[in-house]
């Protein structure tokens, strides 16, 4: 076998025996408020929508203000007709900046954190 035959079946040895990257994570697919919208009215809740089901117990949303205030009701729900659906209620909320935090774990045993800010212009 020539060398420029051996090539492609080097390439294909190399992919096979490369370890397999973990892409079962739990991804945030969408949330309302959307991240960095600019709102006329406060909302009453937080929602988020991610790709796989989560578990409840170890999975929680939170909103606080710029001082540092938490603003939610601290009743995380994990939707169970949906369970990839995470919400949090909110108390009567200024106008100001509020930044959402979440901490999620899926299923698999992955867990996913993050978050992002929202405004409620006055």
């Given at each position: 076998?020539?060398?420029?035959?051996?090539?492609?079946?080097?390439?294909?040895?190399?992919?096979?025996?490369q370890p397999a990257t973990a892409g079962a994570h739990a991804v945030l697919l969408?949330?309302?408020?959307?991240?960095?919208?600019?709102?006329?009215?406060?909302?009453?809740?937080?929602?988020?929508?991610?790709?796989?089901?989560?578990?409840?117990?170890?999975?929680?949303?939170?909103?606080?203000?710029?001082?540092?205030?938490?603003?939610?009701?601290?009743?995380?729900?994990?939707?169970?007709?949906?369970?990839?659906?995470?919400?949090?209620?909110?108390?009567?909320?200024?106008?100001?900046?509020?930044?959402?935090?979440?901490?999620?774990?899926?299923?698999?045993?992955?867990?996913?954190?993050?978050?992002?800010?929202?405004?409620?212009?006055?």
């Amino acid at each position: 076998m020539s060398a420029r035959a051996a090539v492609p079946w080097l390439v294909l040895l190399a992919l096979l025996i490369q370890p397999a990257t973990a892409g079962a994570h739990a991804v945030l697919l969408k949330s309302s408020p959307a991240a960095r919208a600019v709102l006329g009215q406060a909302p009453a809740q937080v929602i988020l929508l991610f790709n796989e089901r989560l578990e409840p117990a170890f999975s929680a949303v939170s909103v606080w203000t710029a001082d540092g205030a938490q603003v939610d009701q601290q009743d995380v729900t994990v939707d169970p007709e949906n369970p990839r659906r995470l919400s949090v209620s909110l108390a009567p909320l200024a106008p100001g900046t509020y930044t959402v935090r979440f901490r999620v774990l899926s299923v698999d045993g992955h867990v996913t954190e993050g978050d992002f800010t929202f405004t409620v212009a006055p």
